[in-house]
């Protein structure tokens, strides 16, 4: 698997995570610079249309294994929230740690996607929240949860509450969000080997997903996609012959 170098995760993950490496070309979800196009967009984003292990998919076809349970030592809190123009992130507190696949990864942020990114049997659900690691070494972990129409989420509340309106801004917390209230009490999981879910799309990620959906209230996914002004998730792409385990 094609790993990721220490220098472009820590850029990746420290300037605005994930999903949202800066470049010298621009790149959206609507028009010119939508998906469909990102590949074309600028030569270090020639992953996003020539690579075999992208990211998201439909999850499906699961190979059953003995998966270990993912330890999680969280101990921090989130300490901002930005809009940065593609997603809502958190930034997090050091020291908040995942053990998975015999490796462990630090937890540096977190962030939200409407409709969901990944899709499991074909399903989409109407957010999803994605909480990135990465190891000393430079790989990242990403932990998937999907959420579903339900009752009022407190903590997903008290960071909407601080979320900036305009692209570029960013709130210090007012109020204590803790990663765990964000994720399902069940931690099952399936697991995959994928890329970054934007520019540059770089592979060997490591996708963690959480089976079981958490609650958001209906108003709170329309006001992030209000906030957003259109969905931030990259369709669904093939998956070739990597193994989705359960």
Known sequence: MKRVSLALSAALVLSGGLCFASGSAHWGYVG????????????????CAKGVNQSPINLTGFVEAELAPIEFHYTGLATEVLNNGHAIQ??????STIKAAGKVFELK???FHSPSENTIDGNYFPMEGHFVHMAE???LAVI?????????????????????????????????VKAQDLLPENRDYYRFNGSLTTPP??????????????????????QFVHTMHHPN??????????????
Request: charged content about 25%; overall charge negative; aromatic content about 8%.
């Open 32 to 47: 010119d610079t939508s998906p469909e196009h990102w590949g074309s967009l600028d030569p270090a984003y020639e992953m």
């Open 90 to 95: 958190a930034n997090y507190t050091a020291g």
């Open 109 to 111: 942020q977190f962030h």
């Open 137 to 139: 070494d430079g790989s």
């Open 144 to 176: 998937a949860v999907m959420y579903k129409i339900g009752a009022e989420n407190e903590g997903m509340a008290r960071i909407w509450k601080q979320m900036p309106k305009a692209a570029g801004e960013k709130e210090a917390m007012a109020s204590q």
């Open 201 to 222: 799309c770089t592979e060997g990620v490591l996708w963690l997903v959480m089976k079981d959906p958490v609650e958001v209230s209906k108003e709170q996914v329309e």
């Open 233 to 246: 998730n990259r369709p669904v792409q093939p998956i070739g012959a990597r193994a989705v385990l359960k």
